[in-house]
């Protein structure tokens, strides 16, 4: 008896198979995420390229080539993240708070309350990055940006890239938060906010929580132009989210 196996899509995956999710009927109960991959791609064929560079999630976590897999597991392809190749919609674009420091939701941003959950006695440096979208880029207007997030995944990448940070510079607090949905000009999309004892260690962990956010959470964005639109993704070589930064 086959077995139905359900993978959700988001943003240019979900564009390219017009649909948030899709299903196979497979004989096998457990395979490997590469095993999962390859049948996507007997199944879609002319989606192979897009496939291939994208990464399978297991219950909200990265799952590698070898991990073993079941049709019962919440599965995801994802393609590319923000930080970075070409790859946009998402049934889990309701905000969402993970219960720490850690924020993602349409709500503007506030530098302030965010920066806040970080001040504390112990700490006598405080650093905080703020990313807005910017007008022109390479000679082309943006008229704004959509983010896309899957959410709960989300959330617990950025809880990790906190704990990250603890475990390499202990006494560091970190706090982020993302919007999703539209960004107009010049609006925030990302505050990172981190504090130490000393600055240096601020400096080097504000640095780290970017680009390990760009790496690895699943966060998409649509450039929209006057003239069309594009889906950006990882754009620093090939997008692998599970090798350290």
């Not at 940070?165 to 010049?186: F, K, M, N, S, Y």
Request: proline residues 6%; hydrophobic residues 40%; charged residues 20%.
């Amino acid at each position: 008896m086959k077995i139905k196996w359900t993978v959700h899509l988001f943003a240019g995956l979900a564009d390219r198979f017009g649909q948030p999710a899709i299903s196979l009927e497979l004989m096998q109960t457990e395979l490997t995420a590469a095993e999962l991959k390859q049948a996507l791609i007997e199944a879609f064929p002319v989606h192979e390229p897009l496939i291939k560079v994208s990464f399978l999630a297991c219950n909200h976590a990265y799952a590698a080539d070898d991990n073993k897999i079941t049709a019962q597991d919440e599965l995801a392809l994802l393609p590319p993240v923000s930080g970075g190749e070409e790859t946009g919609s998402s049934q889990e674009d309701e905000p969402a708070q993970a219960p720490s420091r850690y924020l993602i939701t349409d709500e503007p941003l506030s530098v302030e309350t965010i920066t806040a959950q970080v001040i504390v006695a112990a700490n006598g440096a405080a650093l905080t990055f703020t990313g807005t979208t910017r007008e022109w880029t390479k000679g082309q207007r943006t008229v704004r940006l959509e983010y896309e997030a899957y959410a709960p995944m989300a959330l617990k990448t950025l809880e990790q890239i906190g704990n990250e940070i603890d475990e390499q510079w202990p006494g560091t607090l970190c706090a982020i938060a993302h919007r999703i949905g539209v960004v107009e000009i010049a609006e925030i999309s990302v505050v990172i906010a981190v504090s130490a004892p000393h600055r240096d260690t601020c400096y080097e962990a504000s640095r780290y929580a970017i680009e390990r956010l760009k790496q690895i959470v699943p966060i998409w964005k649509r450039e929209i132009w006057e003239d069309g639109s594009e889906w950006k993704g990882h754009q620093q070589g090939p997008w692998n989210p599970a090798a350290p930064l």
